[in-house]
């Protein structure tokens, strides 16, 4: 068995989750964007929270592609994601002692870097533009 990446439990994952969605659907920009594709929030909820232990304690929750599902949403661009980390950075700090919010968060920073640049490749012709 593999060690989790750091001490958290699957509740405290689950409450993290459920607290970044109650800011996401209450933000002026992100908050339409999820409701056009989300219906089930509940459903939603659980599918990253699978995620999310998937990538922190190894557990064989998740079996989606982010990328793919980022990229077919359509809606989705670039520059969201400073607002994105930054609801996520909120819900960590306030569900999370400090030491485990800055693991997750740098964690999140990585995904979202990686989530943002495959978004970029699609978008622009260009040289990226990480903003």
């Known amino acids: ?55 922190i304690l190894y557990e064989r929750s998740y079996d989606g592609n982010p990328m793919l599902v980022h990229k077919a949403a359509g809606n989705v661009r670039p520059g969201m994601f400073s607002a994105w980390l930054g609801l996520f950075e909120l819900a960590l700090n306030r569900q999370l002692p400090p030491d485990i919010a800055k693991a997750w968060l740098t964690m999140a920073e990585r995904i979202g870097s990686s989530l943002r640049a495959g978004l970029v490749e699609r978008h622009n012709d260009g040289p990226p533009i990480l903003r």
């Open 1 to 55: 068995m593999i060690p989790p990446r750091f001490d958290i439990t699957p509740e405290q994952i689950d409450a993290v989750v459920a607290e970044f969605y109650a800011l996401i659907r209450q933000h002026p920009g992100l908050g339409p964007v999820f409701a056009a594709h989300v219906t089930d929030w509940p459903a939603h909820e659980a599918r990253i929270a699978g995620f999310w232990r998937n990538a």
